[in-house]
């Protein structure tokens, strides 16, 4: 039974009687519909009996967590509240679900048991678009839920279920969302058929205490990777607040130590500003990875957060995140050197030898990057969902081992076997090819199943540096490319940009170091290394202009130049952090840089 809608500021989402078993009504009235921005309510019966709710934008209850208002839920005492009162948002349809970092709500319970309106993510398993689970949050399975108040959930911290029971994730035993992901590192949100779904909240239905129920919800903010949005619910329908902190929202000034600087053993101060006009909710600080406990500073809109560590010599590297009161997060992440050597530097000591580890590292983290961003091809035959691609990718197939290992150094003197297992988790394989510094090879294959596959070749190869290339194809027409490399060596000590007396190889490190200058010029800016455009390699770009200098990595006799090689390793990696997930390298936002964290 349907009720007009009222159309004045009081804006509602109207009650519906649901008797029929599966019926799904829209309950969205036309005079809300510019304030909903996507949102749509939606009234599902959990049984044959039904029963009866009712949704609708209001003041209050108490006092909300922003602005004067709320989007609150009744559900009636008829059949014990077996209804399922749901607004559900598509418009976050594939996003990988390894990168939603974020889903923070406010709830308040006015009357019933104590239970509070629920968070659910619809996801695809397959890649084919196309919702095959859903995924549920429920406050009362996470912590107390006290009446007449409001209360902050984290949800992507907590525990969920799975409506399959799939994941290790049960009604009875929720889990982790890392337990989901353990399973399907490649789930994406999605949209069920019907249309109703994506990211949802709810009341009803699970568990008991629903009849005659009644509670409100507001303040829930959705952040990913690809971007953030905070959702305010007001007595005029949605506040829709969008863009990370790349576009507006926190930055940070004051980092210290200073990016790469270099800072003698003993009590070093880490410490960073961060601002925002909005009013800062939280500002937060790693370093190596491991969150710290600061002392924290200023006011509502400034915040100065500090910690003193004894520090002895080595690398670290430091993260800072502050969140806006809008939900909005920007993050800053810089290097710096502990040495007694004022002049020892991240990549070179201070007489010039350069530090292997370090470059190794870099360069190799950098090439493996570069592929995955622009072609889509995967360094360890795993789907990546939380590094943007340009390439399309198949989150369904994987390589499980692949020989040789992955800049491994063989002796000449032993066959090489080259191979890959390849597993598909949907459609059969219908083919796998190998590549040896891109020539194709005649390969044996080994099936389990027709998902399964175990492909291989042995050569013996004389000495010198090979890149194996694999590629995957299922019958559905789906492809995941790896692609690795190694050295055949008499000396185990050898590496693709190192002698064995640690001595860097100028052509090799030349040639990496080109083809990531020349290639991220282009695909940033549309300078061209030849001056020609090249439509076979990805460019954010609008026009094409001529090639730039190179910097000087070594001289005539193949010596290297530290400071130029230094340059270039920080403004790389300064740069891939930016374009990949908008993370500064100086505390401030770089609008002339493109980034996917748009």
């Given at each position: 039974m349907w009720q007009p809608a009222h159309l004045v500021a009081r804006v509602r989402l109207l009650a519906v009687a649901a008797l029929l078993l599966g019926a799904v009504l829209s309950v969205l009235p036309v005079a809300a519909?510019?304030?909903?921005?996507?949102?749509?309510?939606?009234?599902?019966?959990?049984?044959?009996?039904?029963?009866?709710?009712?949704?609708?934008?209001?003041?209050?209850?108490?006092?909300?967590?922003?602005?004067?208002?709320?989007?609150?839920?009744?559900?009636?005492?008829?059949?014990?509240?077996?209804?399922?009162?749901?607004?559900?948002q598509p418009t976050v349809a594939r996003t990988a679900l390894a990168v939603v970092r974020e889903i923070r709500y406010w709830t308040f319970v006015t009357r019933g048991g104590a239970v509070a309106p629920h968070v659910f993510l619809d996801v695809d398993l397959n890649d084919d678009g196309v919702a095959d689970d859903r995924l549920i949050y429920q406050p009362e399975l996470n912590g107390t839920v006290t009446p007449l108040t409001w209360q902050e959930w984290e949800a992507i911290g907590g525990r969920w279920w799975s409506q399959r029971g799939l994941g290790g994730l049960l009604p009875s035993a929720p889990g982790p969302l890392a337990s989901y992901l353990q399973a399907f590192?490649?789930?994406?949100?999605?949209?069920?058929?019907?249309?109703?779904?994506?990211?949802?909240?709810?009341?009803?239905c699970l568990g008991s205490g629903?009849?005659?129920?009644?509670?409100?919800?507001?303040?829930?903010?959705?952040?990913?990777?690809?971007?953030?949005v905070f959702w305010n619910f007001e007595s005029t329908?949605?506040?829709?607040?969008?863009?990370?902190?790349?576009?507006?929202?926190?930055?940070?000034?004051?980092?210290?130590?200073?990016?790469?600087?270099?800072?003698?053993?003993?009590?070093?101060?880490?410490?960073?500003?961060?601002?925002?006009?909005?009013?800062?909710?939280?500002?937060?600080?790693?370093?190596?990875?491991n969150e710290l406990s600061p002392t924290v500073t200023g006011d509502d809109r400034t915040k100065t957060v500090s910690v003193q560590r004894t520090l002895q010599p080595g690398f670290f590297t430091v993260r800072a995140t502050?969140?806006?009161?809008?939900?909005?997060?920007?993050?800053?992440?810089?290097?710096?050197?502990?040495?007694?050597?004022?002049?020892?530097?991240?990549?070179?000591?201070?007489?010039?030898t350069p530090r292997r580890v370090q470059i190794e590292q870099s360069l190799r983290t950098l090439s493996e990057a570069f592929r995955w961003h622009f072609f889509g091809i995967s360094w360890d035959g795993a789907?990546?969902?939380?590094?943007?691609?340009?390439?399309?990718?198949?989150?369904?197939?994987?390589?499980?081992?692949?020989?040789?290992?992955?800049?491994?150094?063989?002796?000449?003197?032993?066959?090489?076997?080259?191979?890959?297992?390849?597993?598909?988790?949907?459609q059969p394989l219908a083919s796998v090819e190998l590549r040896l510094n891109g020539q194709l090879l005649n390969?044996?294959?080994?099936?389990?199943?027709?998902r399964s596959w175990l492909v291989f070749t042995v050569r013996q190869l004389e000495p010198g540096l090979y890149g194996v290339t694999a590629t995957a194809r299922d019958t559905a027409g789906r492809t995941l490319t790896t692609s690795w490399g190694f050295v055949v060596s008499s000396n185990p000590n050898e590496s693709p940009w190192f002698t064995p007396d640690g001595r860097l190889k100028a052509d090799t490190v030349s040639r990496t170091l080109r083809t990531l200058v020349e290639g991220f010029r282009w695909h940033l800016y549309g300078v061209s290394w030849d001056g020609q455009p090249h439509p076979e390699f990805p460019t954010h770009?609008?026009?094409?202009?001529?090639?730039?200098?190179?910097?000087?990595?070594?001289?005539?006799?193949?010596?290297?130049?530290?400071?130029?090689?230094?340059?270039?390793?920080?403004?790389?990696?300064?740069?891939?952090r930016w374009h990949f997930w908008g993370i500064s390298w100086d505390g401030g936002r770089h609008p002339d840089v493109p980034t996917h964290a748009n």
């Open positions: 519909q510019e304030s909903m921005d996507g949102w749509s309510g939606y009234v599902e019966a959990c049984g044959t009996d039904g029963g009866f709710a009712q949704q609708e934008f209001a003041p209050g209850p108490g006092t909300p967590p922003y602005g004067t208002g709320s989007l609150q839920f009744s559900v009636a005492v008829v059949n014990e509240g077996r209804i399922w009162s749901q607004l559900v590192p490649g789930a994406r949100l999605a949209v069920p058929e019907s249309g109703q779904g994506g990211l949802g909240v709810g009341v009803g629903w009849g005659g129920w009644q509670g409100a919800i507001d303040a829930l903010l959705f952040r990913s990777d690809p971007f953030t329908g949605v506040v829709t607040t969008r863009g990370g902190g790349v576009t507006a929202g926190p930055t940070f000034r004051e980092l210290t130590p200073h990016p790469w600087a270099t800072v003698a053993p003993g009590t070093v101060r880490i410490a960073v500003t961060a601002t925002s006009d909005d009013g800062l909710r939280s500002v937060r600080l790693w370093l190596n990875n502050a969140t806006d009161i809008h939900g909005r997060s920007f993050t800053a992440q810089w290097q710096f050197v502990v040495s007694a050597n004022a002049r020892d530097g991240w990549w070179f000591t201070a007489d010039g789907y990546h969902p939380e590094m943007p691609t340009h390439g399309t990718v198949s989150s369904t197939i994987r390589f499980v081992t692949r020989s040789p290992m992955h800049f491994m150094t063989l002796p000449p003197t032993d066959p090489v076997m080259i191979a890959v297992e390849v597993l598909s988790t949907d390969v044996e294959i080994s099936q389990d199943d027709a770009a609008t026009s094409v202009s001529g090639p730039q200098p190179l910097r000087q990595w070594f001289d005539s006799q193949g010596r290297p130049n530290p400071e130029a090689i230094t340059q270039e390793l920080r403004s790389l990696e300064e740069v891939f």
